[in-house]
């Protein structure tokens, strides 16, 4: 999974607890200073019936948000929904370290494995999908 907003949405959309073992797992451990400390708010969710209708909005959610920089100079940000101001400074550090020579590292210890849930997640809910799935079809009456 390449490009920044693509890494970005798929670690906000993650569990906390995955990301978290996947970083300790990691033994990532960056020097850096906080640009921005991680802060608690709410976001509007809004959305859109059938992907084409008109936008209405569904409610708040909320996500923690951070900013960090890192001793080479590289800036990296982090959301996460719900309230886990540790992962939101995590996900900012993973933004920032894929911006430089430790991308690979990020990407195989937290990026792929996050990748992997996600498609085990996707499935889970394909299968939950198909087993209510009806089949209808027509009869033919003969014209008798």
Known sequence: MDGRANWLSLMAKSPVKFIDECWQKAGLSPEFEVIRSPEIGSVMVR????????????????????????????????????RAKRTATRVALCDALLQTGDKQQVKDNIIQPLILLKKESDQRILAKAAATKVDFFTLARGED
């Open 47 to 82: 959305g859109r019936m059938g992907g084409t209708g008109d936008a209405f909005n569904l409610g708040e959610m909320t996500v923690t948000r951070a900013s960090v920089k890192l001793s080479c100079g590289t800036v990296g940000h982090g959301y996460i929904m719900g």
